[in-house]
């Protein structure tokens, strides 16, 4: 299987980059090609402007959708887009490595969807959903909070039923939803369940080594997974 990791975290000695850095140990070993984006690693330039273009259609005035699918129909995306948006086309599945910052993804990351996912390229024509461009492919985030899984967990009773509620933060997944269905979804990619570590920064050693061989194991098996409903509601 054909894996594509962005990885967006500044510190090389997180618990994001050793996730990362798991990762792509066990999925080589399982015979799987990877390629990793590290987007702080490669300086990646998160705005979105005409220097997402190497050909421009108006010069006058920036209706950035219209350059995209002009830019596409010419293939005159810039050389670093170009690569970004190959690696995405490459793989069979994409996993998003990031910690969860004021209740989203880092800019960079964000910074790097905007630019890559272009409207002809990754999506337009009627392509979305389960027609769309990556139909086909699978995604999954994995995820750091600073917060408890507590904090973002369903408030259960003592017998386990629901009671309606979430913890202090909310639910995490519909933190997750705009990611999961607004734009993974959206572009054809069946989403995985979300890989969570809750407040790497709270565990103890143990305990982070214990989050590092969950992973693992789910690695080993990631080829079997099968995608979980995100509907529209």
Not at 134 to 162: N, P, V
Not at 195 to 223: C, F, K, M, W
């Amino acid at each position: 299987m054909k894996i594509f990791i962005v990885h967006a975290h500044h510190e090389p000695k997180s618990f994001n980059g050793a996730l990362t850095n798991l990762a792509r140990e066990v999925l080589i070993s399982d015979k799987h090609e990877v390629k990793i984006s590290d987007l702080y690693a490669m300086k990646f330039d998160p705005v979105s402007d005409r220097r997402n273009f190497s050909s421009v259609k108006n010069p006058e005035f920036l209706k950035q959708q219209m350059e995209e699918m002009y830019v596409f129909e010419v293939n005159g995306f810039a050389l670093d887009i170009q690569g970004e948006m190959k690696k995405v086309e490459w793989c069979d599945l994409m996993i998003w490595q990031f910690p969860l910052w004021w209740f989203g993804m880092p800019a960079i990351l964000k910074g790097w969807v905007d630019r890559v996912f272009a409207m002809g390229r990754a999506y337009g024509g009627g392509r979305f959903y389960a027609t769309g461009v990556f139909s086909g492919k699978r995604a999954m985030l994995s995820i750091t909070t600073g917060g408890s899984g507590e904090a973002f967990a369903e408030k259960r009773d003592r017998l386990g039923e629901s009671q309606g509620g979430h913890g202090f933060h909310g639910d995490i997944y519909g933190i997750l939803r705009p990611m999961q269905r607004g734009i993974l979804r959206f572009t054809g990619f069946e989403v995985l369940r979300p890989h969570i570590v809750y407040g790497p920064v709270r565990l103890t050693d143990e305990q982070r080594q214990q989050s590092l061989e969950a992973y693992s194991a789910r690695l080993r098996n990631i080829a079997r997974e099968s995608a979980i409903e995100i509907g529209p509601y």
